[in-house]
Each structure stands twice: as structure tokens, then as C-alpha cells.
């Protein structure tokens, strides 16, 4: 009953996403298969033709919907593709070599003619805020509702003491990558009129949540036992079984996803960001539209990310950890 009722709002969605790491084609890949999420288009930052290409073939390959998704670039002469993306997904998609190219226009255009469509659309950004930039740059007549980015930091002055992790204890400024990657589109996102509520999934609770061992125990059951989901699902679990043998892996941008698909995941509250010094900041502000996570909910998180509901994630966790060793 509880993901019956989380299924029955489908909402529209934008994807503004990089290729530097294998976190962010697993987002692709999650908004691709989630049944409450339409992906009307993506735009990558920076977009060279090879990212164009790995992206586009990853559609191709996944994409369950009857309509076509756009992809948009930033910039063509600059970027690759990490190749741990190619070494894990890769194999899967065929000549996708051949799909690069420019793709089907710039991210600012994609993404200004696809919320003249759909103006509700959520959008969720993964990467430097380059395509955001151009969007509100140059479309002052667009609106955007809501936009979930994995990016800012909350810091000791937002956050309670024991959700503090111990590698930012004592800091109210860290930088943060997505932001600092191009501070012309963080600046213009948090300062901008034209997006009614901003919500920023921060550094401190995505440094939290990982694929790890239990998150594999999970995936096994809810997806590959029992031979459910899709293609994609295997893939994944093979990879970060090689994977965990060293370390686990940080999801930042598929936290980012699920916060959008369901923002019980984590708690919000309302600030103001600045920059000091290379690192960004918040300070508490009712009067502000621009939300920070500052705690998160796992099984919340488990649960949206894996399309089962919260009951079974719970049930899942107290087998596993009778399961595993001490």
C-alpha cells in the first residue's frame, strides 16, 4: 500500500548530469526504471560527443518509455567519459561509439523547451550547474518549480551536533564540487527568481550513504533472486561485487534522485549559503527558499532507490544482520 500510494503521482523530470563516475550513470539508469518518474530529457555537463554518445546508448539500451528522451550538451569541446563507466557499462550498449555527436542541442535549449511542455517538471542536477546557468541566463520567461541538487554544505552551523559526521566536525565552510565547478550556475541557481524552491541534498549527508555490503545483501533479494527487475539491476550487482572487494561507494547523485522521487528521505531546513575561502556555507533562514538536508532516513532511502517498500527493507536489515559476521 505504501508504494502503491508513492506510484500514484508520476511526475515529470529533468536530468542535468556529468560522466566522472559510475554514480552518475547509475542515476540515469535509476530515473530510467522508476515507475513514478517520467525523464522528458537530459543535459550533460560538459557534453562532448563521447559523453553524448555513452549517455545516449544507455537510453537506447533502457530506456522503458514509449517517448523519446533528448540530451542536451554544455559545452562539446570539453570532457570524456570516466572509465570505470565504460569498464561497468559499457559492454552493455553495444556501438554506442557511434551515437556520438553533438546530440539533439544545447542543455539550456532542451531543458527551456521541455519545461514550456511541462512546467511542473522536477528537475535533478548531479554535476556543475553550467546547463542551469544558460537556462536561466537566457530564458528569463521560464519557471522552475522545483530543483533538487546534489551539491552545498550545511555545516556545524545548520546541523545538530550528533548528525555531524566526524570528517566535517568544526566546519561551517567545505567546498563542494558540483558547486564549485561552476560557480557562475551555483550563484545564479541559489540567487535566482525563477525557481520557486530549491532543495539541496548537501556534502554532509551524502558522504552517508553508501553502496556497501548491506546495500548489496539488498539489491541480491529485492532484485536479482528472484530474477525481478531490469538488465540493469545485474549489471549493477556484478560490478560492485568486484567493487566491494576494495571499498564501497559513495552514492551521491543517486541519493540526490531519490530525495526527488521522495523527500521523506531526508530532513530539510531552510538557509542562506555563502562562500568563504574556496568552501560554501549555510545559515538558518525561515524567509529562504533554499532547503538543505541536514539528516536522512536509510530505510527511506533503501526503499525509494530499490521500489520496495519500507516494511521490507526492515525485514531485509534484521536478516542480514543475522547473516553476517561479527
Same mark, same amino acid.
Given at each position: 500500500?505504501?508504494?502503491?500510494?508513492?506510484?500514484?503521482?508520476?511526475?515529470?523530470?529533468?536530468?542535468?548530469?556529468?560522466?566522472?563516475?559510475?554514480?552518475?550513470?547509475?542515476?540515469?539508469?535509476?530515473?530510467?526504471?522508476?515507475?513514478?518518474?517520467?525523464?522528458?530529457?537530459?543535459?550533460?555537463?560538459?557534453?562532448?560527443?563521447?559523453?553524448?554518445?555513452?549517455?545516449? =546508448?544507455?537510453?537506447?539500451?533502457?530506456?522503458?518509455?514509449?517517448?523519446?528522451?533528448?540530451?542536451?550538451?554544455?559545452?562539446?569541446?570539453?570532457?570524456?567519459?570516466?572509465?570505470?563507466?565504460?569498464?561497468?557499462?559499457?559492454?552493455?550498449?553495444?556501438?554506442?561509439?557511434?551515437?556520438?555527436?553533438?546530440?539533439? =542541442?544545447?542543455?539550456?535549449?532542451?531543458?527551456?523547451?521541455?519545461?514550456?511542455?511541462?512546467?511542473?517538471?522536477?528537475?535533478?542536477?548531479?554535476?556543475?550547474?553550467?546547463?542551469?546557468?544558460?537556462?536561466?541566463?537566457?530564458?528569463?520567461?521560464?519557471?522552475?518549480?522545483?530543483?533538487?541538487?546534489?551539491?552545498?554544505?550545511? =555545516?556545524?552551523?545548520?546541523?545538530?551536533?550528533?548528525?555531524?559526521?566526524?570528517?566535517?566536525?568544526?566546519?561551517?565552510?567545505?567546498?563542494?564540487?558540483?558547486?564549485?565547478?561552476?560557480?557562475?550556475?551555483?550563484?545564479?541557481?541559489?540567487?535566482?527568481?525563477?525557481?520557486?524552491?530549491?532543495?539541496?541534498?548537501?556534502?554532509?549527508?551524502?558522504?552517508?550513504?553508501?553502496?556497501?555490503?548491506?546495500?548489496?545483501?539488498?539489491?541480491?533479494?529485492?532484485?536479482?533472486?528472484?530474477?525481478?527487475?531490469?538488465?540493469?539491476?545485474?549489471?549493477?550487482?556484478?560490478?560492485?561485487?568486484?567493487?566491494?572487494? *576494495?571499498?564501497?561507494?559513495?552514492?551521491?547523485?543517486?541519493?540526490?534522485?531519490?530525495?526527488?522521487?521522495?523527500?521523506?528521505?531526508?530532513?530539510?531546513? *531552510?538557509?542562506?549559503?555563502?562562500?568563504?575561502?574556496?568552501?560554501?556555507?549555510? *545559515?538558518?533562514?525561515?524567509?529562504?527558499?533554499?532547503?538543505?538536508?541536514?539528516?536522512?532516513?536509510?530505510?527511506?532511502?533503501?526503499?525509494?532507490?530499490?521500489?520496495?517498500?519500507?516494511?521490507?527493507?526492515?525485514?531485509?536489515?534484521?536478516?542480514?544482520?543475522?547473516?553476517?559476521?561479527?
Amino acid at each position: 500500500q505504501e508504494k502503491d500510494q508513492q506510484m500514484e503521482q508520476v511526475r515529470n523530470a529533468f536530468l542535468d548530469m556529468e560522466t566522472g563516475d559510475p554514480d552518475d550513470m547509475m542515476t540515469l539508469l535509476l530515473l530510467l526504471e522508476c515507475p513514478s518518474i517520467v525523464l522528458r530529457g537530459v543535459t550533460v555537463y560538459p557534453g562532448c560527443p563521447q559523453q553524448i554518445g555513452f549517455v545516449k =546508448g544507455i537510453i537506447r539500451k533502457y530506456n522503458i518509455a514509449d517517448h523519446y528522451i533528448p540530451v542536451g550538451r554544455y559545452n562539446e569541446n570539453k570532457g570524456n567519459v570516466n572509465i570505470g563507466n565504460i569498464r561497468m557499462f559499457g559492454s552493455e550498449l553495444g556501438d554506442w561509439e557511434s551515437l556520438n555527436g553533438p546530440g539533439d =542541442g544545447y542543455g539550456h535549449q532542451i531543458l527551456a523547451n521541455g519545461l514550456a511542455l511541462y512546467p511542473d517538471a522536477l528537475v535533478i542536477t548531479g554535476g556543475p550547474l553550467g546547463n542551469i546557468f544558460e537556462l536561466l541566463e537566457l530564458h528569463e520567461d521560464i519557471i522552475i518549480e522545483k530543483i533538487y541538487c546534489q551539491g552545498g554544505f550545511a =555545516g556545524i552551523n545548520v546541523m545538530d551536533a550528533e548528525d555531524v559526521l566526524p570528517k566535517f566536525e568544526g566546519k561551517e565552510y567545505c567546498p563542494t564540487y558540483n558547486f564549485n565547478g561552476h560557480l557562475k550556475g551555483a550563484y545564479k541557481m541559489l540567487e535566482s527568481g525563477n525557481i520557486n524552491e530549491k532543495y539541496l541534498i548537501s556534502k554532509d549527508i551524502c558522504h552517508s550513504v553508501s553502496w556497501d555490503n548491506e546495500l548489496q545483501y539488498l539489491v541480491y533479494h529485492c532484485k536479482i533472486k528472484h530474477g525481478d527487475g531490469l538488465g540493469t539491476w545485474p549489471i549493477l550487482y556484478k560490478a560492485m561485487e568486484k567493487y566491494l572487494r *576494495k571499498k564501497f561507494k559513495l552514492l551521491h547523485d543517486p541519493l540526490a534522485a531519490c530525495v526527488a522521487i521522495n523527500p521523506d528521505i531526508v530532513t530539510f531546513r *531552510k538557509v542562506t549559503l555563502d562562500r568563504n575561502g574556496g568552501g560554501w556555507g549555510s *545559515k538558518l533562514d525561515d524567509d529562504s527558499n533554499v532547503h538543505i538536508s541536514v539528516k536522512y532516513d536509510i530505510e527511506q532511502f533503501y526503499s525509494t532507490f530499490l521500489n520496495v517498500s519500507v516494511e521490507e527493507i526492515k525485514n531485509l536489515r534484521n536478516l542480514y544482520r543475522q547473516e553476517s559476521p561479527m
